[in-house]
């Protein structure tokens, strides 16, 4: 049960990652490497800060700003300067690297002795619920890990609604056009280049915000924890889209995007109950989403030979 | 009468310098008075499509100068110009964002040129106009304005884009060949919506066409490009009398006396080199 609010919790977290690779790759078309770097980043910045007495929520508040910052300098790298969007990722990926490091002063930051956002809802659970443990379906629970999970749940909820809105205004559905037809949005006189720069930002900063969470989630902050992760976000993407049938609704989308964060999640999870190696997980995330791409494609034309 | 759009000497030669080199503008001048409804001619190559972008602001001019509505908008971005201009592509694909509903396309053209807040992209008011407007185009697309502008036909779209880029009355209007993608019917359609709109809103507009008759029902003044130079600018009365079969035979001439000229040269060639 603990295995799977675990699950349940980290899945929601990473929703966050999900819906930033879901703007710039689905609505952008980009596929944003940033994103390895950016969750670090907010990983980085919201440790740091906590360790150095900040208060938790300001310094969550810090993280998504840095990943705002950092997927800017990355839609600058692409637009003004005009270099592939995706070596512009790679180039400020490598950059947040040392920046990464920089920011912590070491490979690793602990945060088991530190208040967070996740010890903060424990004890609010705690003290709404009476006692250190709830029956869950006949199921005894720790009423702080639940707590925490409806935390998580509250988050990824807000993340949905603000993407949701800002993608119905004025400038957010022109962005969404941007994606899809640059020309057209410059002939309604919108500027394009600015559009895109602010994609990858928005992108970047809810990627940190859920690496932020994520750190304070497992207690630690470490450089390594961003690597293959824009694959990830792109995994749960996909499940998203499997589940809500392909939809253009931006409602539906997002929360595919949910659903397919935790679900992917939670296949993880189980697969690695079942004994699958940890060090095997990326080759069988990059393998899944080789295939998620590549075989509808292939279904549809084999569908076309036999008819 | 003051005009509303000047062009000044444009000129412009793309791959300068290399074995692609295309000398696409060489030196137009050209005054169109306000509501004029002109069409552009030419052969391919001619260097109306061309002359179309150098307006909107595809690409910055080597030479000349763009007075539109009073504005020197030569050094403008694209994105700045189109404040002032409307747009209708020779690709229905162009004009629109496939993924969003026609009425988050109307969206955006109700924001032509006026800036864009975080207030909502879809109200009330707007989506009343747009049903009562997109009834107007009698294709009974006002029953289908959530649906994804992607789903529907060339026609359709062309005709919703013609539409969109009227919704702020533009300064000036430019049609690429709008109509040249189309079916001969959605094309007839269209063209008829075209002159519809044109003549209500009495806009200044530029087209681009490869039709003769298109160009001899259409409008008050033909300009014929040839070789990135004005070659004829008919309008009045000349243009009123105007035959298909005339606008052909000027097409034949500009050919032969380019034919000529190359055999003249080659004459001079031959015999004093």
Redesign the interface.
């Known amino acids: 049960m603990t295995l799977l609010l675990g699950a349940l919790t980290i899945g929601l977290i990473l929703s966050l990652l999900a819906m930033g690779v879901m703007v710039s790759f689905r609505i952008f078309s980009v596929p944003d490497i940033t994103t390895d770097g950016s969750i670090t980043l907010g990983a980085a910045v919201a440790a740091t800060l906590i360790v150095a007495g900040v208060p938790p929520s300001l310094a969550t508040l810090a993280a998504l700003a840095a990943g705002f910052l950092a997927g800017s300098v990355t839609g600058v790298i692409h637009t003004k300067f005009k270099i592939d969007a995706l070596l512009s990722g790679i180039l400020v990926m490598t950059a947040l690297y040392s920046i990464n490091l920089r920011v912590m002063g070491k490979s690793n930051v602990p945060l088991m002795s530190s208040g967070t956002l996740a010890t903060e809802a424990g004890a609010l659970g705690e003290k709404l619920l009476g006692s250190a443990r709830v029956n869950v379906f006949g199921w005894p629970v720790a009423a702080a890990d639940l707590s925490v999970l409806f935390g998580a749940l509250a988050c990824a909820v807000i993340g949905a609604l603000a993407v949701y809105f800002?993608f119905?205004?004025?400038?957010?559905?022109?962005m969404?056009?941007t994606g899809?037809?640059p020309?057209?949005?410059?002939?309604?006189?919108?500027?394009?280049e600015v559009y895109r720069i602010f994609g990858l930002a928005t992108a970047n900063g809810l990627i940190a915000l859920s690496g932020a969470l994520l750190a304070q989630y497992q207690g630690f902050a470490d450089a390594q924890m961003g690597i293959g992760m824009v694959v990830w976000g792109l995994a749960s993407v996909i499940i998203g889209e499997a589940l809500t049938g392909g939809t253009?609704s931006l409602g539906l989308t997002l929360t595919g995007a949910i659903f397919g964060s935790v679900l992917f999640r939670l296949l993880v999870a189980i697969a690695l109950r079942w004994g699958l190696n940890p060090n095997d997980l990326k080759l069988i995330t990059a393998i899944f989403v080789f295939a998620a791409l590549v075989l509808p494609g292939l279904i549809g034309k084999l569908k076309r030979r036999t008819t | 009468m003051t005009a509303m759009l000047s062009l000044t000497n444009l000129r412009k030669t793309f791959n300068e310098g290399t074995v692609n080199e295309v000398r696409a503008l060489q030196g137009i001048d050209l005054e169109v008075e306000e509501g004029a409804f002109v069409q552009l001619l030419g052969m391919n190559g001619s260097g109306k499509s061309t002359l179309l972008n150098a307006v909107a602001g595809s690409f910055y001019l080597d030479a000349g100068s763009i007075r539109l509505a009073g504005v020197d908008i030569t050094r403008q971005p694209e994105h700045r110009r189109a404040t002032l201009i409307g747009r209708v592509f020779q690709n229905p694909f162009s004009g629109t964002a496939p993924n969003l509903s026609i009425a988050e396309n109307f969206a955006l053209a109700s924001r032509r040129g006026l800036g864009r807040g975080l207030g909502w992209a879809l109200n009330r008011r707007l989506l009343d106009d747009l049903r009562a407007r997109v009834a107007t185009l009698r294709m009974g697309l006002e029953d289908r304005i959530d649906n994804a502008i992607g789903s529907l036909s060339g026609g359709q779209r062309q005709a919703l884009t013609l539409l969109m880029a009227t919704w702020l009355k533009p300064k000036l209007l430019l049609l690429d060949e709008h109509t040249a993608a189309l079916d001969p019917k959605s094309a007839d359609q269209v063209i008829q919506l075209t002159e519809e709109i044109v003549s209500r809103e009495k806009l200044t507009t530029l087209m681009v066409t490869h039709s003769m008759q298109q160009a001899v029902n259409l409008g008050g003044r033909i300009v014929m490009l040839h070789k990135g130079q004005v070659a004829h600018d008919l309008r009045g009365a000349d243009k009123r009398r105007l035959r298909p079969e005339d606008l052909v035979d000027r097409f034949h001439e500009i050919r032969a006396r380019e034919l000529l000229d190359e055999r003249a040269a080659e004459l001079l060639r031959a015999s004093y080199l």
Do not use: H, P
């Open positions: 800002f119905r205004t004025e400038i957010g559905t022109a969404r056009a899809d037809n020309q057209m949005v410059r002939a309604m006189g919108a500027n394009v253009r």
